[in-house]
């Protein structure tokens, strides 16, 4: 079935420095990918949806510039949390399906979880 | 906007016991409905969903049956396992939003042996 592998999996960070999470579709093409946010004990909230060869479509509230997402090939997106802060410490999931698969049928990754000291 | 409810967990079961995990909805128009599964660890899992009213969703043991009357989709499962501890997600998919998901909040559950 579907795969989708996010890395890394865990990643610790200084504040000010940015930090690069890698979504990709391993064996299957997605002109969109999704990008969730957990804080702890939550629900996943909805960032952005990636579009390949186009730009992301962010939800309200999502600052664009503090999370940029890059979406280069069809089995690659990229989510980059620039000059993170501690607030920003979050698990970050993201999401595919292949497009024949019918509407909302995805698979997710394991999840990034980013932790900013 | 659309929006999911689901009760609040922490859900502490034994084994073999029957497990209910309440859901209900707000969106317009003929929403799909899902319950997703994340293992501690783990990524979220598709458990099971309808895409229509009245339509049964049935996985591992698992069932919720659309009912647009009261626009719920209440999970269930007659007897549970130890391996089902694990936090259940709610979540829907408006017929206008794409693959968009909205997600409840998610209910933990604890299967003690």
């Known amino acids: 079935g579907a795969v989708v592998s996010q890395h890394p999996s865990w990643v610790i960070c200084k504040s000010g420095t940015s930090v690069k999470i890698e979504c990709r579709s391993l064996d299957f093409q997605a002109t969109t990918m999704f990008w969730y946010r957990q804080f702890p004990k939550q629900s996943l909230m909805l960032m952005a949806t990636s579009n390949e060869g186009s730009k992301a479509t962010y939800e309200q509230g999502v600052e664009k510039d503090k999370f940029l997402i890059n979406h280069a090939s069809l089995t690659l997106s990229t989510l980059t949390v620039t000059s993170a802060h501690p607030e920003d410490s979050s698990f970050y999931i993201c999401?595919?399906?292949?497009?024949?698969?019918?509407?909302?049928?995805?698979?997710f990754g394991a999840g990034s979880r980013l932790t900013v000291l | 906007g659309d929006s999911v409810t689901q009760m609040e967990g922490p859900v502490t079961l034994s084994e073999e016991a029957f497990l209910t995990i309440n859901c209900t909805y707000t969106?317009?128009?003929?929403?799909?409905l899902f319950w997703y599964v994340q293992y501690p660890g783990e990524g979220l899992q598709l458990l099971l969903k309808a895409t229509k009213a009245d339509d049964k969703g049935s996985n591992k043991g698992f069932e919720a049956t659309y009912r647009k009357e009261t626009t719920s989709f209440h999970l269930e499962k007659g007897s549970v396992q130890v391996s089902d501890s694990a936090v259940y997600f709610c979540?829907?998919?408006?017929?206008?939003?794409?693959?968009?998901?909205?997600f409840g909040g998610g209910t933990r559950v604890l299967v003690k042996p």
């Open positions: 969106a317009t128009g003929y929403p799909s």
């Open positions: 979540a829907l998919s408006g017929r206008a939003a794409g693959n968009k998901l909205t």
């Open positions: 999401s595919a399906g292949p497009p024949t698969s019918g509407a909302n049928v995805l698979t």
